[in-house]
């Protein structure tokens, strides 16, 4: 068959990031005629789906839904509104292909998004390399593939949860259907170590999206996928997409060994965890060319950390703050929420002298402070929070309708609303 995948588009121009969902899937479509489409990178994107369709005739068109907005408070702009116009737009010019959807965003909405996108045959729910494959080859008896939304006699089923993808053993992702030029920025290529998260931050959606064991890859299968995009596609930055690089340890410190054993000459970037990391693990990351560390402790005090559910205290956040000042080399950027629950107003004011002494005041400028409020997601404890303050009904909420402003979905805690307004 011949299977079209398409990056969703965003809405507006931003710097690309390379497919990788789309890149893994593609991996196991053995059998299958399979091009990749990300109308991100191009000028016109509708004239690049039309004439993609036209020129390739796809039977089956996977659309990956990586995220719903940009969940920046201060940049809130709304990307799913432009999945119904992209579906529409395909159905007109390929009225009998097929329409998958999957990717992070769509499995945190499932069912509502399939609810609201009629036209959309399948859904994907949760990790795809296997799902997508498997309902290809059961196309006429979908309700026999786990992990799978379908229609029938007007209804919306769902196949049940699927076992977690065998991530350790994966191949490498098909970037011989990319084009690796539009993504040769520093934010531009993932790689992934690893999936799961061990943590149990109180807003994050991973835990749910890839589950809370741990599937680490063999760090020299890492290093050999680092290796070849280096050498193969020129890539000379890449971010590590894990949760969190640095957990576990041991497997962080292996990656960076073999990278420096191989003398591979690239720069990277990663989220690590402040828990248990120490100065020589730092210089080790630096010596394998990491050159933006970034921390999320995401409170300011004891509370209001326990309350979101991290492993670290005030104390340990400003230790590896006054650590970091002397380690140059380097950028480290630690990010907060101002109003997360169990915020006061002492603790947004000694967060506040952070910014400022670390931002402006400081001679330092390899340390940065990033500020931001935490967006609502569904899945999450945060979400059950705001449910309790009755700052939402539902998880439905979270999926806004086309048109209205986004403020809604971000928590707003009832203690810091004034110093919410005045920031």
């Known amino acids: 068959m011949r299977i079209l995948l398409i990056q969703s588009y965003l809405g507006r121009k931003e710097k690309p990031l390379l497919p990788l969902g789309l890149a893994y899937v593609a991996t196991n479509l053995n059998g299958h005629e399979v091009s990749i489409l990300d109308p991100n990178i191009v000028n016109s994107p509708f004239d690049s789906i039309r004439k993609k369709l036209t020129d390739f005739d796809p039977e089956v068109i996977g659309i990956s839904l990586r995220n719903i907005d940009t969940t920046l408070y201060k940049d809130r702009f709304y990307y799913y509104k432009n999945l119904v116009s992209t579906v529409e737009y395909i ?8 329409i998958v959807i999957g990717g992070a965003a769509f499995s945190l909405y499932a069912e509502e998004i399939m609810r609201q996108n009629p036209k959309i045959d399948y859904g994907i729910h949760l990790e795809g390399e296997e799902t997508f494959s498997e309902l290809l080859d059961n ?19 769902f196949t049940g949860m699927r076992p977690p993808f065998d991530f350790a053993n994966s191949i490498n992702p098909r970037w011989d259907l990319l ?14 170590s690893k999936r799961g998260c061990c943590l149990n931050c109180a807003y994050c959606t991973y835990p749910f999206l890839s589950g809370r064991s741990l599937r ?22 890449f971010i590590f997409s894990d949760t969190v690089f640095n957990l576990p340890e041991w497997h962080a410190i292996e990656i960076c060994e073999e990278i420096i054993r191989r003398k591979i000459a690239v720069k990277w970037s990663a989220y690590f965890s402040i828990k248990g990391i120490d100065d020589d693990f730092i210089v080790l990351a630096q010596r394998a060319g990491c050159y933006h560390f970034s921390f999320s402790p995401d409170g300011y005090s004891d509370k209001s950390l326990k309350i979101q559910q991290k492993e670290v205290n005030k104390k340990e956040i400003q230790d590896i703050c006054k650590r970091v000042k002397k380690l140059k080399g380097a950028e480290f950027d630690f990010s907060f929420f101002i109003n997360p629950p169990g915020q006061s107003s002492w603790s947004f004011i000694t967060l506040m002298w952070l910014f400022l002494r670390t931002n402006i005041l400081s001679f330092e400028k390899h340390m940065h402070v990033s500020l931001n409020i935490p967006r609502l997601e569904p899945h999450t404890a945060l979400c059950k929070i705001a449910i309790q303050e009755g700052a939402i009904g539902s998880e439905r909420d979270l999926l806004p309708q086309d048109g209205i402003d986004l403020y809604s979905v ?14």
Do not use: C, W
């Open 91 to 98: 159905k007109r010019i390929v009225p009998d292909a097929l």
């Open 139 to 157: 196309l006429s008896n979908p309700a026999g593939v786990k992990g799978v939304y379908y229609r029938q006699n007007g209804k919306l089923l």
């Open 179 to 192: 084009n690796f030029n539009e993504y040769l920025h520093p934010d531009g290529v993932g790689i992934q």
């Open 216 to 237: 680490l890859r063999p760090p020299k299968k890492v290093v050999d996928e680092i290796e070849l995009m280096v050498h193969d596609y020129r890539v000379t930055h």
């Open 410 to 423: 971000f928590y707003h805690n009832p203690d810091m609303k004034f110093i919410e307004r005045v920031f």
